[in-house]
C-alpha cells in the first residue's frame, strides 16, 4: 500500500519568505497528489493538487511541483503572510481507484510578521 | 469548491450513549463519503469509506459495530458512534469525493464523551 512521508513537521518563517514542504511516496503509479491546508480547530481545506501528467502547478503564490522518478512532490509557497500560518497536509492515493487517500503527518507552518 | 456540511459542530455526551453525526454534500452528489478520526496535532485517519446503496469499508483495527456507518443518499452520510467511552472522545471529519476525485472536508464533529 502507499507510503506518504512528510518533512520538516515545523516550519517557522519570516513574512516575505518561501516556505518548501516536501512528501514522499512509494506507489509508482499514484497520479494525483492533493494538498490541504488546516487552520486550528477548522476542516482542511483543499488548496492545490497536481496529477502525474504534468510536473509542476501554480496558483498565485502556492505551487506544487512533482518528481516521478524519485516519487517526491513539493508544496513551495512565496511572499509568505502571517495569515498562511497553518498546518499543511500532502496525500496520495491508496489505490488504484483514486478514491481513498493516504495524509502525511502535516506540516506546522509559523509565519513571523 | 464544493460544500460538505456536518452536525453537530460538538457534542458531549455521557458514558454509554449514542451519539449520531451527519455529513451533507450540499452542491454536489457524492457516490463516496469518507470518515476519518483526528487526534490533537495528528493526522487524518481513515475510519472507513462509506458508499452509497452498499455497506461501508471500515479500516483495519476499526470497530464497525461501534462506529454504525450508514450511506442514505448521494448527498447524506451518518457516523453513529454507539455506547461512547471516553477513548471515542476526538474530532470526526467527514469528506465527500466528487467525480474528478478531489475531496472536499466537512467543518468537523468534535465529540468529547465524558
Not at chain 1, 502525474?52 to 512533482?66: C, F, H
Request: charged fraction near 20%; include cysteine; glycine fraction near 6%.
Amino acid at each position: 500500500g502507499e507510503n506518504v512521508e512528510q518533512h520538516p513537521s515545523t516550519l517557522s518563517v519570516q513574512e516575505g519568505d518561501s516556505a518548501v514542504i516536501k512528501c514522499t511516496y512509494s506507489d509508482s503509479a499514484s497520479n494525483y497528489f492533493p494538498w490541504y491546508k488546516q487552520e486550528l480547530g477548522k476542516r482542511p481545506q483543499l488548496i492545490i493538487d497536481i496529477r502525474s501528467n504534468v510536473g509542476e502547478k501554480k496558483d498565485q503564490r502556492i505551487a506544487v511541483t512533482l518528481n516521478k522518478t524519485a516519487k517526491h512532490f513539493s508544496l513551495h509557497i512565496t511572499e509568505t503572510q502571517p495569515e498562511d500560518s497553518a498546518v499543511y497536509f500532502c496525500a496520495a492515493p491508496r489505490d488504484t481507484g483514486f478514491q481513498k487517500l493516504v495524509f502525511g503527518t502535516g506540516t506546522r507552518l509559523l509565519v513571523s510578521p | 469548491g464544493a460544500v460538505v456540511s456536518q452536525h453537530p459542530s460538538r457534542v458531549i455526551c455521557k458514558s454509554g450513549t449514542s451519539v449520531k453525526i451527519e455529513c451533507r454534500s450540499l452542491d454536489f452528489q457524492a457516490t463516496t463519503m469518507f470518515w476519518y478520526r483526528q487526534f490533537p496535532k495528528k493526522s487524518l485517519m481513515l475510519m472507513a469509506t462509506s458508499n452509497e446503496g452498499s455497506k461501508a469499508t471500515y479500516e483495519q483495527g476499526v470497530e464497525k459495530d461501534k462506529f454504525l456507518i450508514n450511506h442514505a443518499s448521494l448527498t447524506l452520510s451518518t457516523l453513529t458512534v454507539t455506547s461512547a467511552h471516553p477513548e471515542d472522545s476526538s474530532f470526526y471529519i467527514c469528506s465527500a469525493r466528487d467525480q474528478i476525485h478531489e475531496q472536499f472536508f466537512g467543518p468537523g464533529t468534535r465529540l468529547t464523551v465524558l
